[in-house]
């Protein structure tokens, strides 16, 4: 695993979203690292009507795509990385900068809170403003 995908990565990735097109280096990175963390936020989503999505099948297509490694993180060592976090009051984002650390791999994702505070993000997203 050389980088964790954020939750809006890891849709545009499963759903071919066009969007990617402007993220060619994103291919350097696989196979790329899932947490638990997204699908639950994916869950989540679905619920309060952001997302339409089949959970079940969802979790089962990507666990069969050799593109994703979903990695767990023992949950003592997450939440012990994801208190010191007070910079987002968003629980999903807390988590996913937590996995990142715990896990020493840099996070891809082009949320403007997590790219300025989080200190291992995808080099290519580090000082770029995103389309």
Known sequence: MKALLDTHFLLWVVLDVPR????????????WGLSPVSLLEIQFLAEVGRLEVRQDRFVAA????????????????LVEKA??????????DRLLAAHSEARRVPLCTLDRRLRMNH?????????????
Do not use: N
């Open 119 to 131: 200190r291992l993000i995808v080099g290519e997203l580090a000082d770029r403003p995103h389309p």
């Open 83 to 92: 208190l010191p976090l007070s910079w987002t009051r968003d629980p999903f």
């Open 20 to 31: 990617l097109d402007a993220y060619p280096w994103l291919e350097r990175y696989r196979p």
């Open 62 to 77: 990507v666990s069969r795509d050799p593109r994703f490694i979903l990695d767990e993180v023992p949950l003592v060592p």
